[in-house]
């Protein structure tokens, strides 16, 4: 199976909440990120969690993980046209000499 | 600015003619890597570079090579291109990557087409 997993589709609606899902298997991650990548551009960092933490916030992002499942997710609040995307989780392990994996990414359409 | 740029971004090419996709980066980042990006299959690395003089393979080396002369550039270079090699090339840097959260830099990437 994949290391690190993602839905590869979400369509919400502006203004209401989108959550974006990702699942990884190595309980000996590390860190933990997600990247944004617009139409035609490289993908741009968003935000990145510790694996000793469960939450973090930042403006209209929080994200959240549960150790136990290994599951991290991206709360987007008041989703925006802009936020149209892919979303990327990654994942950087223990000992992998500091290399990211990746999902293949969530595609998000923000229908107006 | 910082930025990692690479160039070409668009180019169409044929089977087997030796091409380099350059990458370079102002940030005195010791860290520098490859991807390559399909539909379906998310990014996947190429080669990545600790250090100057210091390379290692990803996950999809076959078929690509790189070098690390200076800091600041990590050229990737198919040496007889084929068709299984269209994709979107992104090149990255980040400041360490040995310990601590590895935040990466994105270039705006290189679509390359093999006829």
């Known amino acids: 199976g994949e290391d690190v997993e993602q839905s590869l589709f979400l369509s919400v609606r502006e203004g209401d909440s989108s959550v974006i899902n990702c699942t990884y298997t190595?309980?000996?991650?590390?860190?933990l990120y997600w990247y944004k990548q617009e139409p035609g551009a490289g993908l741009q960092l968003l935000t990145y969690?510790?694996?000793?933490?469960d939450m973090k916030q930042d403006q209209r992002l929080t994200v959240l993980l549960n150790k136990k499942d290994k599951h991290l997710s991206l709360r987007i609040a008041d989703t925006q046209t802009g936020d149209s995307a892919i979303y990327f989780c990654?994942?950087?392990?223990?000992?992998?000499?500091?290399?990211?994996?990746f999902g293949k990414g969530t595609k998000l359409s923000v229908k107006p | 600015e910082a930025q990692v740029t690479q160039n070409p971004r668009y180019l169409i090419t044929v089977t087997g003619k030796k091409l380099t996709v350059t990458c370079s980066q102002n940030?005195?980042?010791?860290?520098m890597s490859w991807y390559r990006q399909d539909p379906g299959l998310g990014l996947r690395q190429i080669y990545y570079?600790?250090?100057?003089?210091?390379?290692d393979k990803g996950d999809v080396p076959e078929g690509y090579k790189v070098s690390r002369k200076e800091k600041r550039n990590f050229p990737l270079i198919l040496e007889s291109p084929s068709p299984n090699q269209t994709s979107l090339y992104f090149c990255?840097?980040?400041?360490?990557?040995?310990?601590?959260?590895?935040?990466?830099?994105f270039g705006a990437g290189s679509r390359l087409t093999v006829l």
């Open positions: 990255a840097s980040s400041l360490a990557q040995s310990s601590g959260a590895n935040v990466l830099t």
């Open positions: 190595d309980s000996s991650s590390t860190y």
């Open positions: 969690i510790f694996s000793n933490m």
């Open positions: 990654a994942e950087i392990r223990r000992g992998s000499q500091g290399n990211l994996i």
């Open positions: 940030m005195n980042h010791e860290y």
């Open positions: 570079s600790m250090n100057v003089e210091v390379t």
